[in-house]
T-cell receptor, first 112, second 114 residues
Framework: LAKTTQPISMDSYEGQEVNITCSHN???????ITWYQQFPSQGPRFIIQ???TKVTNEVASLFIPADRKSSTLSLPRVSLSDTAVYYC?????????????FGTGTRLLVSP | KAGVTQTPRYLIKTRGQQVTLSCSPI?????VSWYQQTPGQGLQFLFE???????NKGNFPGRFSGRQFSNSRSEMNVSTLELGDSALYLC?????????????FGPGTRLTVT
């Protein structure tokens, strides 16, 4: 089972753009790439999902290169409330049952 | 719409005992997935149920099992508890489309094994 890796932590200031990458070199062919946000003592919260190229919603953008072995979550103009842990989620193309693999998580700290 | 609910929220058990956790999905959602979250291993996928059938499965031992009822509610059972089973157990529901992982998580059940 391949590991899905992310930077452990990132620091930013309010109003800046933050880009968080996820490496998933064993992603299953048909699977979407999904990103979640988690605050302490809460379950993860869905942010955005995509299959290829670029997807944008009201809170984030997701960039996926043609080989789909990585993805980048972009948070425009972050605020203090964006301080959280961010995870990517992909399906792993192992044998047998499909396995869902969360990334290692990136702890984002936004400062004033 | 009500969110995903999990019961109980906190649980303390002794090694060797068994435990059953419950999850009620968002109305209309047919898929329920279970995850284990620990500081050391992060978020790990246990299994997914869709229309009462196990559709996907992670790499956990057979002590971890689950089931889904006709109303989409799901239960997870852990038998012969070990100290290492102490974790936050999260349940997530979704509409259930293949390959799409837009899931909605509950607050989790914090299990402590002593």
């Amino acid at each position: 089972l391949a590991k899905t890796t992310q930077p452990i932590s990132m620091d930013s200031y309010e109003g800046q753009e933050v880009n968080i990458t996820c490496s998933h070199n064993n992603i299953a062919t048909n699977d979407y790439i999904t990103w979640y946000q988690q605050f302490p003592s809460q379950g993860p919260r869905f942010i955005i999902q995509g299959y290829k190229t670029k997807v944008t919603n009201e809170v984030a953008s997701l960039f996926i290169p043609a080989d789909r072995k990585s993805s980048t979550l972009s948070l425009p103009r972050v605020s203090l409330s964006d301080t959280a842990v961010y995870y990517c989620l992909v399906g792993d193309k192992g044998a047998g049952f499909q396995k869902l693999v969360f990334g290692t998580g990136t702890r984002l700290l936004v400062s004033p | 719409k009500a969110g995903v609910t999990q019961t109980p929220r906190y649980l303390i058990k002794t090694r060797g005992q068994q435990v059953t956790l419950s999850c009620s999905p968002i109305s209309g959602h047919r898929s329920v997935s279970w995850y284990q979250q620990t500081p050391g291993q992060g978020l790990q996928f246990l299994f997914e149920y869709f229309s009462e059938t196990q559709r996907n499965k992670g790499n956990f031992p057979g002590r971890f099992s689950g089931r889904q009822f006709s109303n989409s509610r799901s239960e997870m059972n852990v038998s012969t508890l070990e100290l290492g089973d102490s974790a936050l157990y999260l349940c997530a529901s979704s509409l259930g489309g293949s390959y799409s992982y837009e899931q909605y998580f509950g607050p989790g059940t914090r299990l402590t094994v002593t």
